[in-house]
C-alpha cells in the first residue's frame, strides 16, 4: 500500500527556512510526478509545487514562486521542499502526494506542521 511520510516541519521566524522531506514507498516512485501541497488554517489544501517524474520540470504556485524549491532523489524515494524567506501566510500542514492520484486523492499522509511567527 501506498505510504507517505513527511517530516523537517517547525517553529521558524519570519524570513527563516525549512527543508520538509517526504518518505514515499508502496508505489513505482520514480514513474511518479510528485507534488507537496498545504492546508492553512481555515484553508482548503492547495498545491504549492510539483515536480516530474525525472525531476526534469517543476512549477509552482504563484505565492511561493522564488522562494520554495521542490526536487526529488528517486534512489531513495523521496521529495524534498526547501523553502526560504517563510511568511506567517505560509504557516500550514504540509503534505506530499502524486498528481496521478487525483483527483479524489484518497490517501493522504499525517503532514508536517510549519508554523511562521515570530
Known amino acids: 500500500q501506498v505510504q507517505l511520510v513527511e517530516s523537517g516541519g517547525g517553529l521558524v521566524q519570519p524570513g527563516g527556512s525549512l527543508r520538509l522531506s517526504c518518505a514515499a514507498s508502496g508505489f513505482t516512485f520514480r514513474t511518479y510526478a510528485m507534488a507537496w501541497y498545504r492546508q492553512g488554517p481555515g484553508k482548503e489544501r492547495e498545491l504549492v509545487a510539483a515536480i516530474t517524474s525525472e525531476g526534469g520540470i517543476t512549477n509552482y504556485a504563484d505565492s511561493v514562486k522564488g522562494r520554495f524549491t521542490i526536487s526529488r532523489d528517486n534512489g531513495q524515494n523521496t521529495v524534498f521542499l526547501q523553502m526560504n524567506d517563510l511568511k506567517p501566510e505560509d504557516t500550514a500542514v504540509y503534505y506530499c502526494?502524486?498528481?496521478?492520484?487525483?483527483?479524489?486523492?484518497?490517501?493522504w499522509g499525517q503532514g508536517t506542521q510549519v508554523t511562521v511567527s515570530s
Open positions: 502526494n502524486s498528481p496521478r492520484w487525483g483527483p479524489p486523492y484518497d490517501y
